[in-house]
């Protein structure tokens, strides 16, 4: 008798490797987390049940990342009360950048995250602030030293 089992075409790829996410959540870390939503879970009223149970709600990281990114908009506004010789150009502009782009990805990804949108447009946004208080401090800084070097020196 023959084998008549079915073989793949010689040309077709080989399957894939198991990936590294395979064993992602199997962590003590992961198994406490587990543990502490699933007690929550009971205590959850059914008026806020949507948001518990959301793609990117408050049992998922993609609600965690972006409470906690509004530290760097705190920081940001706090840093509104330096003086503009003290800010650094090249990390606000690289601030503002992430913080544009990744506004952009937020509404690209599936689910949509509309908190991590947020608080990406408030971080572009307080960085952008920050560079304008910088490049409006070198202007009157430039404009202080022409109006020195125009001024007669006057000795005595």
Known sequence: MSSTAV?????????PPPSAGASAGKGIHSKVYNGIIGACD???????????MHPAGPKTIFFWAPIFKWG???AGLSDLAR????????????LAATGIIWS???????????????VNLFV?????????RAYNYQLEKEKLQKEEEKKPAVTA
């Open 72 to 74: 760097l908009v705190v």
């Open 83 to 94: 003086p503009a010789d003290t800010i650094s150009v090249s990390a606000c502009g690289a």
């Open 42 to 52: 009971k205590f959850v009223p059914a008026k806020m049940r949507p948001l518990w």
């Open 124 to 132: 572009g946004l307080t960085q952008l602030v920050q560079l304008g």
């Open 7 to 15: 073989q793949p075409p010689p040309s077709a790829p080989p399957p």
């Open 104 to 118: 952009r990805y937020s509404l690209v990804i599936i689910p949509k995250n509309y908190s991590l949108f947020a």
